[in-house]
């Protein structure tokens, strides 16, 4: 008898893309919006990066490759983990594959149905997706605002059972932008050894933090026993849509989890990998003058957003994001982000849709040209003081 | 505590690849190597097809997309099938993603630890390399020598169960280049009908046929009920690198699926997707010039083949392989494949790698320039000739 899998019962996707289509819609109304919803940098990636996969094409790099990803791309994210990371993995450490599928795949090769994964609430959805969808169990680490949303690695230490299979922590932090200190990077390596764990630490915004150091707990096994550093080109070189991500973790593991990217997907196009070459080999001054830049619209966002009535924004340390707490204005995270869509035209994300902890807060990116983030922010803060007046909200 | 999960243990990836590597290694070794062992053409992609991914990547097409795929290529998929298949799907029941995870997918979302799938064998080993790793029970379909390695839907039939969940046909078939009939094309449907089940239609190589017509199974149901059509552009249009594919099916199970590659991928790269354009909408010609080369090399081919001591060849109506039948030699078809590679420097498949049923063939791929297969060949007919004077094997 025909019908859908159990597993398809647990498939949420994620939330972002629905608010991506219903902008879409606005958008093709002829209703402008600013976009501040989307993960994603508003400036190109290094012309430097677009012009190394146009000349993989030109060079006939379009055949099938390793599933492991090009021996020329493994080498060269091992020189640059030994740059940020200060230990240099072997060659068989590192699986080259977008990032987003790392998350699922480390969950399937460490994880049962039933078995358990802890990660931090708010936290990147597909954590959620990926655990919902297998049907493992979910055990989520409250972060907190006093804390300045970093995650406790005495908390984690209470959530573990003996189902735990695997720790997830984020650092720098999608949606709340905190990063993780030396001392809880040291903390959280110590849990997990002591409790013989795998811990994925999801480094995807590694390279945007502005004025503290990124710290990473993988440094004290150096990928070898127990940790899986997750990276991608994505958030600091603006190559969301190569689709191109790596690992580092224990060479027993990785191979696990490349012979799943053999079974899925085969391998990653050969171009898409020359680009994340150029990227790591010429990235440096890239890197320095967008962090500069980021860290102005960043500063810009917040002093936008502490100007609406009822909003209060912190000036968080890394990734991309600002997670403004939106209590005084009395609305759910749902409710502002709807009226600010519909009054101000501003597309921002529901704290909520990152886990229960995020209620009170909003998730915007502010890579974008500062003239947009102040009309914007004006946008918003009108709407507001014009509610204020009529209360028709 | 710290453990694989209980699919790692089923996780086998794809045998070619291990090939893939010994030949890598003897090339490295400086051993010339004649490689008929990839499923992949030696001619380029279309230029007009690699200009249109370097143009996408400049006009900017490098950021996040719908999980579905771009609303122009989903467009030009239903175009395309209209002409192929002489129906048009509706937009909600394209999914654009890589062709090997459709087969993962469509197995995940239909069928749960334990069901049945049913699938050729010999066949394409992904089939079971998927069945294995998720805990799915394989049931295959023999296919026989006598029947032109033709799959009966009757043997089908009589290998439903009520676990069966899916059955994959594949039509022209990897690896035997077998071409399924309109006649049971029409059976096919009729069988999973009648029996309330999906079905894969895996028409990969639907554009490589030789002077029959390419039937497919969708046409009746015209994939709004239970048919799910497999194809890419991997083999039609020489773009393996890109890894792109499409599968069309019913909308709800398309919607499953789709929300499956937004957990696990996010998406696929726009500038892969505008390649895609490119190839439907400019590729008649590039098609109609490559099927007559292919043609021709196929008959080249097998011509090379007959002549060595212990083989026999018939030339397949489809696909881009040759699976001659060695019994005649003695040797297993690993026994074959490790001859003809040290004693040759020929690389090809033990039919074995595709299945029990395969046993006795060795698969090899022709799109290769004449002058490499008549080299090859002789090389091969010597290296027998050689054996059967020296009886050293």
């Known amino acids: ?6 597993l398809t019962r647990g498939l949420v996707g994620q939330p972002m893309f629905k608010i991506l289509n219903e902008v879409k819609m606005m958008e093709a109304a002829g209703r402008k919006v600013f976009r501040f919803e989307v993960g994603d940098s508003d400036f190109s990636a290094d012309p430097h990066v677009i012009e190394a996969t146009r000349q993989a094409l030109t060079d006939g790099h379009t055949r099938y490759v390793s599933s492991m990803g090009i021996p020329e791309l493994r080498e060269a994210i091992c020189d640059h983990v030994h740059e940020t990371h200060d230990f240099r993995p072997n060659v068989e450490q590192v ?3 977008p990032s987003n599928s790392i998350i699922d795949f480390a969950v399937r090769c460490t994880a049962d149905p039933g078995d358990e994964i802890i990660y931090p609430n708010p936290g990147f959805p597909t954590y959620f997706a990926v655990a919902s969808y297998l049907g493992v169990s979910s055990v989520t680490v409250p972060l907190k605002e006093e804390n300045d949303f970093r995650m406790d690695p005495a908390d984690v230490l209470a959530r573990i059972s003996d189902r735990t299979r695997l720790v997830i922590s984020t650092s720098p932090s999608n949606p709340t932008g905190a990063v993780m200190t030396a001392d809880e990077a040291k903390s959280m390596a110590a849990i997990v050894k002591d409790k013989d764990l795998y811990l994925l630490s999801d480094e995807m915004y590694y390279s945007n933090v502005y004025g503290v150091s990124h710290s990473s707990p993988t440094i004290y096994d150096e990928c070898k026993e127990r940790t899986l550093l997750l990276n991608g080109f ?5 190559m969301s849509g190569w689709r191109l991500g790596y690992v580092v973790g224990p060479s027993d593991l990785i191979a696990k989890m490349g012979l799943m990217f053999e079974t899925v997907y085969s391998c990653l196009p050969p171009f898409v990998q020359y680009a994340g070459i150029a990227a790591l080999n010429g990235g440096k001054s890239f890197l320095a003058q967008r962090l500069l830049r980021y860290k102005a619209l960043r500063d810009c966002m917040a002093e936008g957003l502490n100007s609406i009535p009822g909003v209060s924004c912190k000036a968080a340390d890394g990734a991309i994001y600002l997670f403004p707490n939106i209590r005084g204005t009395g609305m759910s995270s749902e409710e502002f982000a709807s009226f600010v869509l519909r009054e101000a035209g501003v597309a921002v994300v ?11 807060h909003v998730r915007l990116c502010y890579l974008r040209e500062e003239s947009l983030i102040r009309e914007a922010c004006d946008l918003m803060r009108k709407a507001f003081e014009k509610r204020g007046i009529s209360n028709e909200y």
């Open 95 to 97: 699986l080259v594959l």
């Open 1 to 6: 008898m025909k019908s859908f899998s159990r």
């Open 234 to 238: 994505s958030k600091g070189y603006a």
């Open 350 to 360: 529901p704290g909520v849709y990152f886990g229960s902890a995020g209620e009170g």
